[in-house]
């Protein structure tokens, strides 16, 4: 299945500090989630060094030690020519990993693809599962990760420090600030400390910010709290996300022994087995329609992680993860009863991680996996014999994976808050997208808000609130409040209860974790604190800058991919509102179409304005600059200093135009050449107009 490795990185790879050893680095990075890997490997792409400190062995979090390499895209990014001609929305690419994921993720999935070929072919969704458009398994995951880190290890870049745990955060007081954290190795019992300029919360529950009593909500807040209107008035903390350890199991030729059924089986509310099925039900719009375990839309499939042959069919051989929650439950092959009990899978909501204490977590957490035992149990004995446990794909000996599937943590309070209101398709109606946050350092995509409740009271219904549209990624989420040194990733960022239901999903917790890598690298490299890059416009632009060098997309833009020439251009002066979009009712930003006088106005004057409130003023020509805004000034308050262009604001500017109009408004600061190709007396299309409000603002302003 996969052509080398078993997912872990040689020994001499890994540092195992001794008792009470102090180690010092520019960036630490706590946790073993997805984020905590795209955040290591965003900031060493920038040319930082960093200490990771994490649980296992394994990198990559829902990808490998979670056991859920069936990643949860958005139905942007489902493969063009999978969809129905009469289902494709206008807004689908052929190639939508260019626009809607960062150059870095996007060569993870097609190395997962050339990794795990199906009969000698290299395919758009190797294990062929339904619900995801790219599912491997978690060792063809894991060497794939592996791959892209292990220069920066043989350089001398990377410390990698596996088994261990923070146990407490180190703080300094006015200002608050963190200084490092004090682990504990599961296995030598060792403890250690990490001390660093920058540390990133990336752990899966947010334990930095229990340890280091940084100010946090868990569960459903209340209205109050986050001003999302579908709230109650009360905060409910123990309505939080069921977890679920999930397992890799192949449909064998034999019938193996059984995994043994746990302590309780048939006693305990959460090992019951008549509360499980192998079957679900879905309502079309005029019949129920009943799935078998291992029909082509049944539970196996649903999944599956690897295929021997190219074919909606299942096959003996073929792997799955199970990681299913519930479904209604039809009775002797009648359709379901509206109030008969759901049937079940392995998801385990009967309890919560969050705001209690360790002991009862760990309870908790050993609950969950006897119950995944138990559904394994129940298949093989009930109606799966042949159904084989893949611990060789989990490093585990039962195929259960290492840790639990977590879907959410403790969340800091952010300079933003991310709400209901910003994602939300009925808060944006005639729209294609959410809010564009003008600070965005990433875009995601889930279409609805899944939230899998557990049993405790007082979930919130989002009824027609629970379709989301394609959101962005504002900076100031990463951002804590009110502690320095400390840069929030993972599931622990500025979402709420409710949008954190969307922004938890894999791509999206690489998207965070790598602007959040990223953001700690720039800001030693500018010498300045993350809060600043988040407060001064300039500072923002030019990390933002920096990201799109990188190939991170910060705006939705579905013509202009992280491969064009002007994709740094446009996205940043889109999402900053210099260029603002035209139609929200498309994705695109049209970049051939001639740009109106008007439209090409109001860019120029915030780019001046943008260029003149920069303090202090980073011209090359101060004289020059002050007087340009002066008159940017006068014009934008309509006074008539411009009386040689006078125009009508629907039609096109020719670049003849343009030219003159910046002689009159910039002088010296008009860049000599603006890459054109257009003959002058043509209409000026967005992209040159892109570039040459790009040059102005880079030759310009240097921060």
Not at 155 to 184: D, N
Not at 525 to 538: F, K, L, N, R, Y
Request: include cysteine.
């Amino acid at each position: 299945m996969s052509k080398t490795g078993n997912g872990i990185l040689e020994a001499h790879f890994f540092l195992r500090p001794a008792a009470d050893q102090e180690l010092t680095t520019p960036i630490l990075i706590v946790g073993g989630s997805t984020a905590a890997y795209a955040a290591t490997l965003g900031a060493l792409q920038a040319g930082a060094k960093v200490c990771l400190v994490q649980p296992q062995l394994v990198l990559g979090g829902q990808f490998t030690s979670q056991g859920l390499p069936a990643s949860d895209d958005g139905k942007l990014l489902t493969p063009y020519e999978l969809i129905p001609p009469d289902r494709r929305d206008p807004n689908q690419l052929r190639d939508s990993e260019y626009f809607a994921l960062s150059r870095s993720q996007r060569q993870f999935r097609q190395c997962q693809r050339q990794n795990q070929p199906v009969a000698h072919q290299i395919l758009q969704n190797p294990g062929g599962s339904w619900v995801s458009h790219l599912s491997v398994t978690p060792t063809v995951a894991a060497n794939c990760l592996n791959a892209a880190i292990r220069p920066f290890l043989e350089q001398g870049l990377l410390t990698l420090i596996p088994w261990s745990i923070p146990i407490r955060v180190l703080m300094e007081e006015s200002p608050r600030r963190i200084l490092g954290v004090q682990f504990k190795d599961k296995q030598t019992h060792h403890q250690f400390t990490v001390r660093a300029q920058i540390t990133i919360e990336a752990t899966d529950l947010g334990e930095l910010l229990e340890l280091g009593k940084i100010p946090s909500r868990v569960g459903q807040e209340s209205r109050s709290q986050t001003q999302e209107a579908v709230l109650p008035e009360d905060p409910r903390p123990e309505c939080q996300q069921a977890i679920t350890f999930c397992a890799v199991v192949e449909r064998s030729s034999q019938s193996p022994p059984p995994l043994p059924a746990p302590s309780g089986y048939d006693h305990q509310p959460w090992l019951q087995s008549c509360d499980f099925t192998d079957e679900f039900w879905i309502h079309q719009p005029d019949r129920w329609q009943k799935h078998d375990f291992y029909d082509p839309d049944g539970m196996f499939r649903y999944r599956r992680l690897y295929r021997s042959q190219k074919s909606d069919t299942v096959h003996p051989g073929d792997i799955t993860v199970l990681n299913w929650a519930t479904s209604p439950l039809g009775v002797n092959g009648r359709p379901p009863d509206p109030s008969a009990p759901l049937g079940c899978g392995n998801d385990y909501p009967f309890g919560c991680l969050l705001g209690v204490s360790p002991e009862q977590r760990q309870e908790q957490v050993i609950r969950a996996r006897d119950r995944t035992q138990a559904y394994i149990h129940y298949l093989q004995t009930q109606s799966h014999p042949e159904l084989k446990p893949r611990g060789d794909l989990t490093w585990t000996e039962d195929g259960i994976a290492l840790e639990p599937y977590i879907r959410e943590a403790r969340r800091g309070i952010a300079l933003t808050t991310i709400r209901h209101e910003d994602v939300a398709a009925k808060f944006f109606p005639n729209q294609v997208r959410a809010r564009t946050f003008t600070d965005s350092v990433g875009i995601g995509q889930y279409h609805y808000l899944d939230v899998h409740p557990n049993h405790a009271q007082g979930h919130v219904e989002l009824g027609d609130g629970h379709d989301a549209l394609p959101f962005t990624l504002p900076l100031s989420a990463l951002i804590p409040i009110d502690t320095e040194g400390l840069i929030l990733s993972a599931k622990s960022i500025g979402t709420t209860h409710i949008t954190n239901a969307a922004y938890r999903m894999h791509p999206m917790e690489w998207t965070i974790g790598e602007a959040g890598g990223h953001l700690a690298a720039f800001a030693l490299m500018e010498g300045v604190t993350a809060q600043e890059i988040t407060q001064q416009p300039t500072l923002r632009m030019a990390f933002q800058t920096h990201l799109t060098h990188q190939g991170i997309p910060i705006a939705w833009l579905n013509d202009i991919s992280h491969e064009d020439p002007d994709f740094a251009a446009i996205q940043v002066l889109t999402t900053n509102g210099i260029l603002p979009l035209q139609n929200l009712q498309t994705l695109n930003f049209m970049p051939e179409e001639a740009i109106s006088w008007g439209r090409f106005r109001h860019a120029l004057i915030q780019v001046l304005q943008r260029l003149r409130e920069a303090t202090p003023l980073p011209f090359s020509n101060v004289t020059s600059m002050k007087a340009a805004s002066s008159v940017a000034k006068a014009w934008l308050e309509g006074q008539n200093s411009l009386d040689r262009f006078q125009f009508d604001p629907e039609q096109p500017i020719t670049f003849s135009q343009s030219k003159l109009l910046l002689e009159q408004l910039a002088l010296a600061l008009v860049p000599e050449n603006f890459n054109v190709t257009l003959a002058e007396n043509k209409p000026m299309t967005n992209r040159i107009a892109a570039q040459i409000l790009w040059q102005l603002w880079t030759s310009t302003c240097h921060p």
